[in-house]
C-alpha cells in the first residue's frame, strides 16, 4: 500500500516501511508510546538508517510526528541528537554518513551546472 503513493520519494518510502515493521513488531499503538517508541527505534535501527542513506527522511518522519502533536519539541530534537550521537560512537557510520553528505553535496552541485 505504501508504494502506491506517488507524491513521496522512494526513502520516504522506506523510512515509513521501516517504521511500521518496528511498530507492529513491538506492539506500539497509542500516542503515548510514540516518545518510548521513536527512542528504541533509533537504538535499533540508527544504523541503519545512516546506511541507507535515510537521515533526512527520518528528520521529515521525525517533524511530522511534531507537527501533527504526537511528541513533543524535547523529544524530536531527543531523536535527531541519539541518532547524531551514534555517528560518534561507531566511526563505519561516520564514514557512511560523511560520504553520503559529499554524494549528495556533488550531486546538488551537478545539478546547479546544469541550469
Not at 508504494?3 to 522512494?10: A, Q, R, W
Not at 507492529?24 to 518510548?36: A, S
Not at 561507531?90 to 545539478?111: G, H, M, N, R, Y
Amino acid at each position: 500500500m505504501i508504494d502506491e503513493f506517488t507524491d513521496v520519494n522512494s526513502g520516504e518510502k522506506e523510512m515509513w516501511k521501516m517504521w511500521n515493521l518496528f511498530k507492529m513488531k513491538h506492539n506500539f499503538v497509542g500516542d503515548k508510546q510514540m516518545p518510548y517508541a521513536l527512542n528504541q527505534f533509533v537504538n535499533s535501527s540508527g544504523g541503519t538508517i545512516v546506511q541507507r542513506q535515510l537521515v533526512r527522511n527520518f528528520l521529515v518522519h521525525v517533524s511530522g510526528f511534531f507537527d501533527f502533536g504526537v511528541i513533543s519539541q524535547y523529544r524530536a530534537l531527543r531523536a535527531i541528537c541519539d541518532l547524531r550521537s551514534l555517528l560518534v560512537k561507531d566511526p563505519k557510520l561516520k564514514t557512511d554518513f560523511s560520504s553520503s553528505v559529499q554524494k549528495q553535496i556533488d550531486f546538488a552541485k551537478e545539478q546547479l551546472k546544469q541550469k
